[in-house]
């Protein structure tokens, strides 16, 4: 059963506090992105009231995402030099923007790594392949959170990728994936467009329909970066895709932390959840982090 704590408290026995505003909001693209133009309608939150809760509270639905912007929150303390682009989930038609964005944000900087909580374009369900448009707006991302580095006290060999569900689709397509697939728009892209790790929570649609291999355009190579990966076992949304994935990384001989929790479900974000060790998953992801050298171990 799902707690009816409120998010704002469960968020605070965790140790994560509200983040204040982004230091900064960046259009990411300066012109038309690229792709073809359609007409989404107004950019909005169409939440309702008697949408489920999640950990006590509601999730913010952000639709029609036309103009895609990069988020930017910089810890107030502790900053490791890490940064991680936070891809929300939403099946490509909304992005979940508080529950698998903000929040992470909020999570990220408690621990000294800096979020770029990415507005990528949706609905994009329509559009042959879907994530294509979501990529290139995090492969321009990753290029202008690695030249703006020095600016914002940041490593640039230590620019992560993180996503879930559908965002988590998108994260692991960028982290996987060696070519740009947009033409460099300006002096920005000269910076590479490739993540150093890639974090992947319950990522949707990498598996075929089978669900025994990998989908023909998910291509994983030793260049590929580590990655941390989290999937229920009862998730609707196969977690076939995390375990596929984990055995071709094993194969390709790149470092891989997999946790598969037996109950969960889908769609918790970090969000505290009574009775489902699944939504402890920030305290692994701290271990690997702190481990690799990307964060800085909690207070």
């Not at 950019?43 to 489920?52: A, F, G, L």
């Amino acid at each position: 059963m799902i707690s009816k704590i409120p998010a704002l408290i469960l968020l605070t026995l965790v140790g994560i506090s509200r983040a204040a505003d982004p230091v900064e909001v960046i259009n990411i693209w300066p012109d038309t992105p690229p792709g073809p133009e359609r007409e989404v309608g107004e950019e909005k939150d169409i939440t309702k009231p008697t949408d489920r809760l999640v950990g006590g509270s509601r999730i913010i639905k952000l639709a029609n995402v036309a103009t895609p912007q990069a988020h930017v929150y910089i810890p107030s303390k502790r900053n490791s030099g890490s940064s991680v682009v936070v891809c929300p989930g939403g099946g490509y038609s909304i992005l979940a923007w508080d529950l698998e964005g903000t929040e992470v944000a909020e999570y990220l900087n408690s621990i000294g790594v800096t979020a770029i909580v990415l507005k990528y374009r949706v609905p994009t369900r329509s559009v042959a392949p879907k994530w294509l448009q979501p990529v290139q707006d995090a492969q321009r991302t990753i290029s202008i959170v690695r030249s703006r580095a020095k600016e914002w006290g940041l490593d640039g060999s230590r620019i992560g990728i993180l996503g879930f569900s559908a965002g988590g689709h998108t994260a692991a397509m960028t982290a996987l994936t060696a070519k740009r697939l947009y033409e460099p728009v300006d002096d920005l892209d000269k910076a590479s467009h490739k993540a150093n790790a890639g974090i992947l929570i319950y990522p949707a649609y990498l598996s075929n329909r089978e669900q025994t291999a990998l989908q023909d355009d998910v291509k994983v190579t030793r260049d590929a970066p580590p990655m941390f990966m989290v999937h229920a076992y009862d998730d609707p949304v196969t977690p076939a895709s995390s375990l596929l994935l984990a055995l071709e990384l094993k194969r390709q001989k790149v470092p891989c932390e997999l946790h598969m929790f037996d109950v969960g479900g889908h769609g918790y974000g970090l969000r505290p959840v009574d009775g489902l060790p699944v939504t402890r998953w920030p305290r692994q992801c701290t271990a690997w982090l702190v481990r690799n050298g990307w964060a800085a171990s909690p207070e």
